[in-house]
Every structure is written in structure tokens, then in C-alpha cells.
């Protein structure tokens, strides 16, 4: 079936810095999403592309249907940016259905 | 976007019992998704419910054991059956927006259930 594979599955960042998630598809995705789960649980949603880049303050991401990728990039990371992130991909013919990574569980250290 | 609501957001139950998960939508909606989260592991599609249908389930997951109904616009619910620790995960609700199956995929906040 559709795989989404993501990277790294931890992150340990001290705050002020920044890195990178990445999420890599065996097949061809209409769309991307990227989440973060807080510390309650909930699922928040940070991104939706169908194509392109999009930043939203210290967070940006970018997709690449044809080569097959999206990333997700944090600057300047602050403490309570910790917590899990996943990426979602929609293929082109699995009508709604999002498959998900494994996620990044991401630590920031003072 | 659209708010879903979920209730109970987490519960303790009995092997062999039944567990009913409602999800409330703040608008009405085509597709409701049901997913299922093992302990900081991915998410998994367990089916999709329209009004008016019977839902219809991804490889893994059956109506036995997880009835699912849909009886409107803004409304499910799902039920676990003959309840195992296996069972124990959390369970989201999830929906797009307005009258279509595009765009974003919002969820709900999960409901947490252990199974003793």
C-alpha cells in the first residue's frame, strides 16, 4: 500500500535553533498535512499543500508531488514547541484517505 | 474549518464490554473518518462513514467489531465491541470541511480508551 515514511523519528533541538522533518512517499500524493500533537492529545493542524511552500511564523513547509517529499522546517525553536509531529498525504486515488508517518517526536531543551 | 467534538475523551472498561464513541461536527459535513492511534505510533484510516450508509472499512477493521453510524449531517458514532487490553488506543473522529471530500482534514480531540 501507500507508504509514508518519515524522518527523523526524534528531535532534541535547544531553543533558539532549528531543523528539519522530512517525509518521503512511495507513490505519487495529491496533498500533504502536517500536525502536531500537544500535550492533551490533540491533533493540530499546522499545514495543508497540494503544491509549494508555505511559512506560518517560526514554522515552514514545502511539498514536491513529483519527487515525491515534504518538509517541514523549524526555526528559532522555542519550548513549547515540543511535542509530536506527523505528516498525512493524500494519494491521488484514495479519495479522502490520509495516510500518516510515524511521526517526530521532538524534544526542545533550554 | 470545522470543530468536532468527542465524547467521552477517555475511559476504562472491562474485557468483553462495549464501549460507544460519539463525535459531534459544528457543521454539516460529508465524510466522517474514523482513526485509530496505538501509543505514539501513526494514525490508521479504520473507516469512513456518509449519512445514510453503511460505513465502509478499511483492511483490518470490521462492522462486528467496530459498528459504526452515521444517521446525519453532523453526527457519529463508533463502538467498540467485545472490548480487548488490544483495543486499548485512542480514537478520533475526523472530517473536511463544508460539502466536499477536499481540502484539510480536521480531527477531533481523541477519545482515550483502556481496556483492563
Known amino acids: 500500500g501507500d507508504q509514508v515514511e518519515q524522518s527523523p523519528s526524534a528531535l532534541s533541538l535547544h531553543e533558539g535553533t532549528g531543523s528539519a522533518l522530512r517525509c518521503n512517499f512511495t507513490t505519487t500524493m495529491r496533498a500533504v498535512q502536517w500536525f502536531r500533537k500537544n500535550s492533551r492529545g490533540s491533533l493540530i493542524n499546522l499545514f495543508y499543500?497540494?503544491?509549494g511552500t508555505k511559512e506560518n511564523g517560526r514554522l515552514k513547509s514545502a511539498f514536491d508531488s513529483k519527487e515525491r517529499y515534504s518538509t517541514l522546517h523549524i526555526r528559532d525553536a522555542q519550548l513549547e514547541d515540543s511535542g509530536t509531529y506527523f505528516c498525512?498525504?493524500?494519494?491521488?486515488?484514495?479519495?479522502?484517505?490520509?495516510?500518516f508517518g510515524g511521526g517526530t517526536r521532538l524534544t526542545v531543551r533550554p | 474549518s470545522v470543530l468536532l467534538y468527542q465524547k467521552p475523551n477517555r475511559d476504562i472498561c472491562q474485557s468483553g464490554t462495549s464501549l460507544k464513541i460519539q463525535c459531534v461536527a459544528d457543521s454539516q459535513v460529508v465524510s466522517m473518518f474514523w482513526y485509530q492511534q496505538f501509543q505514539e505510533q501513526s494514525l490508521m484510516l479504520m473507516a469512513t462513514a456518509n449519512e445514510g450508509s453503511e460505513a465502509t472499512y478499511e483492511s483490518g477493521f470490521t462492522k462486528d467489531k467496530f459498528p459504526i453510524s452515521r444517521p446525519n449531517l453532523t453526527f457519529s458514532t463508533l463502538t467498540v465491541n467485545n472490548a480487548r487490553p488490544g483495543d486499548s488506543s485512542i480514537y478520533f473522529c475526523?472530517?473536511?470541511?463544508?460539502?466536499?471530500?477536499?481540502?484539510?482534514?480536521?480531527f477531533g480531540e481523541g477519545s482515550k480508551l483502556t481496556v483492563l
Open positions: 498525512a498525504a493524500e494519494a491521488n486515488n484514495a479519495g479522502a484517505k490520509l495516510t
Open positions: 499543500l497540494a503544491s
Open positions: 475526523s472530517s473536511k470541511t463544508g460539502g466536499t471530500n477536499t481540502g484539510q482534514l480536521y
